[in-house]
């Protein structure tokens, strides 16, 4: 049966549907409900869809904007809200099958890695959550197909879409560096990659400039997209943090926020104080910081806590969150971790074929796979980690994790028949009789 349905010439649109049907059965099934970070985005787009304040400058409100461009044509519900999360989701099936498409593999391996990447749980389970995670995936898809598309202006259309994922996750502007690397290692031509780069640098500027603008105007002074940098890296750079993960802000010792200088400072001025204290403390404790660095990233990539943020309001059994987050957390692990194998192995070989002068050896794809994977993991290394943070890489940790797996066969299967083969004695010599 399986045979079959990975031969169907409908296999696309019959993975497409079912993993539509699924994410509509579990919103359906599992009613979540706002808290924390979630709540604040949907009152956010509610204000905004009401001509009502469009927030302070303390968070990244992109997310927020979008969603309430839909409550204003469609009315503000969290029903409403979730459908678009459906609509979101459709649309990355519908980008990644459109690169698996202009990547040179076989058709098999093509329908295999989309399967992974449809069913793959968490882009199940967070349509049922206000997070900024699905929709900035989409643009990030977005920008993989135009960038390994030949269209003439495709830089500039990459800066538009990487002003916008800025808007949703500021440290998302620094994409044009991960370009130039790219550039650089393929085509050893400095001052092409260069060009590139800056022209996405320079329209993502512009894409986000009416924003900062408007930031700077109610602070008084130079605004980026927002104000929480400065927090994120504080309460996860100190000596009281012994996870790498979110604490309050006040359980630091001696707390820069229970000062009467951080009291009476305006939201910019407390970011510039909080992150220069981080940088502080990781200049005297470099050792330590290295050490949160590594369980910010087990945190993100191996600990799959988001499962969590669906039960809010669910009324759901404990046991019941308990089987969730260890089916969930062994699915994570059994693709992620062979995935970061394989990144690195490829990393390696990026490295040695740099050395070696030899591009022809890269695969442009698999570098781009590499370069994000570290931009992403250079960011959580030194800011915070989170499940929730991984949501952006399942494409490329599914695309891995096939390749992982298909690579060990391939050796396995070799080292079978050298086993195998066994010298046969020479019978050619006939026997001679005296």
Not at 30 to 42: A, I, M, P, R
Request: net charge positive; aromatic share 18%.
């Amino acid at each position: 049966m399986i045979k079959k349905y990975l031969q169907s010439e409908n296999y696309y649109k019959i993975t497409i549907i079912l993993g539509i049907l699924l994410s509509i059965l579990w919103i359906v099934l599992v009613d979540t409900k706002l808290e924390s970070d979630f709540k604040y985005y949907y009152e956010i787009a509610t204000d905004i869809a009401n001509g009502l304040s469009w927030g302070d400058t303390y968070t990244s409100i992109g997310y927020s904007i979008v969603l309430g461009g839909i409550f204003k044509l469609f009315g503000a519900s969290l029903l409403k809200a979730k459908i678009f999360n459906i609509v979101l989701t459709f649309i990355c099936y519908i980008c990644f099958l459109n690169i698996l498409r202009k990547l040179d593999i076989n058709e098999k391996d093509r329908r295999i890695i989309f399967a992974l990447f449809v069913f793959f749980p968490n882009n199940i389970f967070y349509n049922s959550i206000l997070a900024t995670e699905i929709l900035f995936t989409m643009i990030l898809l977005f920008i993989t197909i135009i960038y390994f598309s030949k269209w003439k202006c495709k830089y500039i259309l990459i800066g538009i879409l990487c002003g916008l994922n800025t808007m949703i996750k500021p440290f998302f502007l620094v994409f044009f560096f991960a370009v130039f690397l790219i550039e650089f290692i393929m085509n050893k031509k400095f001052f092409g990659a260069l060009k590139n780069s800056l022209i996405i640098l320079v329209m993502a500027s512009l894409v986000i400039s009416p924003w900062v603008y408007r930031n700077t105007k109610m602070m008084g002074q130079f605004t980026f997209v927002s104000n929480n940098g400065g927090i994120v890296l504080y309460i996860n750079n100190n000596s009281e943090n012994k996870f790498g993960r979110w604490m309050p802000v006040e359980n630091v010792k001696n707390s820069i926020v229970k000062t009467k200088e951080y009291k009476k400072a305006n939201a910019t001025e407390k970011d510039k104080m909080l992150t220069k204290a981080a940088k502080n403390w990781i200049k005297t404790h470099p050792i330590r910081f290295i050490e949160l660095g590594f369980e910010r990233l087990l945190n993100n990539y191996c600990l799959g806590d988001d499962i969590l943020y669906v039960t809010y309001g669910t009324g759901m059994k404990i046991y019941l969150i308990i089987i969730l987050f260890i089916l969930t957390n062994i699915i994570r692990n059994i693709i992620f971790i062979p995935a970061i194998i394989y990144i690195f192995k490829k990393g390696l070989a990026v490295l040695k074929a740099i050395i070696k002068r030899k591009d022809y050896e890269l695969d442009k794809f698999e570098l781009y796979n590499v370069v994000l994977f570290f931009m992403f993991s250079a960011i959580y290394f030194i800011t915070e980690g989170q499940g929730r943070y991984a949501f952006p890489e399942i494409f490329i940790m599914v695309y891995s994790f096939y390749y992982f797996r298909k690579e060990r066969k391939i050796l396995q299967e070799n080292k079978i028949m050298q086993s195998s083969e066994i010298v046969q004695p020479n019978t050619s010599c006939k026997s001679r009789s005296f």
